[in-house]
């Protein structure tokens, strides 16, 4: 099993910054890749980055590539959101997920373990 929590969300306004983490605790070598998803209220969950715990690549989704930056801490099993440039439209809960080797990335269903969520809100 893996545990996984996030934080970092909050209130802030457009075009500001919040940085958000996700701490995995258990058999985090289980897992290949870890990506971050938001749902906002009425919207399906979408993906937003994804990075692996063993690659430098990272990928993101269109709407946030150039303002938001994936990294991670394997030292500390954690995992990092950068959100710059914030937008009122980037407002939802945000989810770190983790998934195995061998399946896509951007599709939450492939995704085995899940964090609660934290609220991001960014006002006008």
């Known amino acids: 099993q893996v545990q996984l929590v996030e934080s970092g969300g909050g209130l802030v306004q457009a075009g500001g910054s919040l940085r958000l983490s996700c701490a995995a605790s258990?058999?985090?070598?289980?897992?290949?890749?870890m990506g971050w998803f938001r749902q906002a209220p009425g919207k399906e969950r979408e993906f937003v980055a994804h990075?692996?715990?063993?690659?430098?690549?990272?990928d993101y989704a269109d709407s946030v590539r150039g303002r938001f930056t994936i990294s991670r801490d394997n030292a500390k099993d954690t995992v990092y959101l950068q959100m710059n440039s914030l937008k009122v439209e980037d407002t939802a809960v945000y989810y770190c997920?983790?998934?195995?080797?061998?399946?896509?990335?951007?599709?939450?269903?492939?995704?085995?373990?899940w964090g609660p969520g934290t609220q991001v809100t960014v006002s006008s």
């Open positions: 990075i692996a715990w063993n690659d430098d690549n990272t």
């Open positions: 997920a983790a998934r195995p080797f061998g399946v896509t990335r951007y599709l939450s269903r492939n995704y085995i373990y």
């Open positions: 258990g058999r985090t070598g289980s897992t290949y890749g």
